[in-house]
């Protein structure tokens, strides 16, 4: 499926006529549970029939959880990292694509707080605040890696920039009201973040994302041709990323948060599925399910595989926080280390609970109307993202050598 989309969202003036609620940590977790319950009715039937969640994304928008992270001496909640990352758990329980889809929103959010100068962030926070989204455009399609950029910013005379290149994997580009484009400052070898408007001209959004998994994340490509970019909506990236300021790690913690939230959403919908469908093996000489020694067993240990996952996710969130609260080598190394961990053990839970469903629930689980094995095709989607094997490596240096983790923008 190809198409362009045709339709931005609501201009500047309509965005700003209604202020999204400023919410404390519980509130947030509550009116988080509260859109879960709602998400997850239609979650199997919009990726059954990849239907996008436009009508999702508006509600969460109007719920305040996206201005979440918006510091309070700007009018926001001032959230922890940790916040975040728990009210993204709740949402993947229900629906993980629709948890995927405001990632990057956090993530420039945070680089904006880290790099941008203040009439920018502060531009960007009051919309943020009036229900605007930051989607992405960050992955290359072409290059030896996603990150080897070629997209580039190129001066324009006194008026800024132009703007040229093509995205892939823009995850949040087709819902968003703002676009952050990682680009190449015109041959200098140095990163930067250019802020464009979705509907600003020569940027164009393809509804292409064709993975087995996470489908209606609408990640495809973004095309910018010629698209001009004042100076003062481009946010150099080096400083942000290469400090100790957790950058990467923050970023790595929400992709925790989503894997987690998977692995929980498939054990929570198998365990209801044994308790009203499935039928006990004739060996266990039990008339029900839920009595059969093996199933119960079974259950367990993806019990356990979810328990060690929510429980790094609170261990890698405070860490995180740490180095929010205050930057410095020590508390940087501590916050990628815990994500590391974090990435791994929410990632095989993720994978080890969507496969083992099935083997608990039984036949009965692999009919098409249930569409049971959308948990592990958005499992074995998600948790491709910065590799778990890599986060082994850096653990293992440090704890052999004392070796750092490497900073990079997804580490």
Do not use: C
């Amino acid at each position: 499926m190809t198409d362009i989309l045709r339709h931005p969202p609501a201009d500047r003036e309509t965005a700003a006529a209604q202020r999204v609620p400023v919410l404390d940590p519980e509130e947030a977790f509550a009116a988080a549970e509260r859109l879960a319950s709602t998400f997850a009715r239609g979650a199997a039937e919009r990726d059954a029939r990849r239907i996008l969640p436009a009508a999702e994304v508006e509600v969460l928008s109007a719920s305040g959880l996206l201005a979440l992270s918006i510091p309070r001496e700007s009018g926001g909640a001032g959230a922890t990292p940790s916040t975040i990352a728990q009210v993204i758990r709740i949402l993947a329980t229900a629906d993980p694509n629709i948890a995927q889809i405001p990632h990057s929103h956090f993530v420039y959010l945070n680089l904006l707080r880290l790099a941008a100068a203040e009439p920018l962030r502060e531009e960007l926070y009051d919309e943020v605040l009036h229900g605007a989204r930051l989607g992405n455009a960050q992955s290359e399609l072409k290059g030896p890696t996603a990150l080897s950029i070629s997209t580039v910013l190129t001066p324009d005379g006194d008026r800024g920039y132009r703007l040229n290149g093509r995205k892939g994997y823009a995850t949040g580009a087709l819902f968003a009201t703002w676009i952050p484009v990682l680009a190449e400052l015109d041959g200098s070898g140095e990163n930067a973040v250019a802020f464009v408007r979705r509907d600003a001209d020569g940027v164009t959004v393809l509804d292409d994302w064709d993975g087995m998994g996470q489908r209606t994340t609408a990640s495809g490509q973004v095309h910018l041709d010629d698209v001009r970019v004042p100076a003062a909506r481009v946010v150099r990236r080096g400083d942000a990323v290469s400090g100790p300021y957790g950058y990467g790690a923050y970023a790595q913690l929400l992709h925790g948060a989503i894997d987690t939230g998977i692995a929980e959403g498939a054990l929570a919908e198998a365990a209801a599925f044994v308790r009203t469908t499935s039928r006990p093996h004739h060996e266990a000489g039990v008339t029900k399910a839920v009595d059969d020694p093996l199933t119960i067993q079974r259950i367990g240990e993806l019990d356990v595989r979810v328990r060690a996952a929510r429980a790094q996710l609170r261990v890698a969130g405070e860490a995180v926080d740490a180095v929010h609260r205050q930057p410095d080598e020590d508390n940087a190394t501590e916050a990628t280390l815990a994500v590391a961990a974090l990435k791994i053990l929410a990632a095989e839970a993720a994978l080890a609970v969507t496969e083992g469903g099935f083997e608990v629930s039984g036949t009965r689980a692999v009919a098409r109307a249930g569409n049971f094995d959308r948990h592990w095709r958005n499992a074995r989607t998600h948790t491709l993202h910065d590799p778990v094997r890599w986060k082994y490596q850096h653990l293992g240096r440090f704890r052999l050598t004392g070796q750092r983790p490497p900073r990079t923008g997804t580490l």
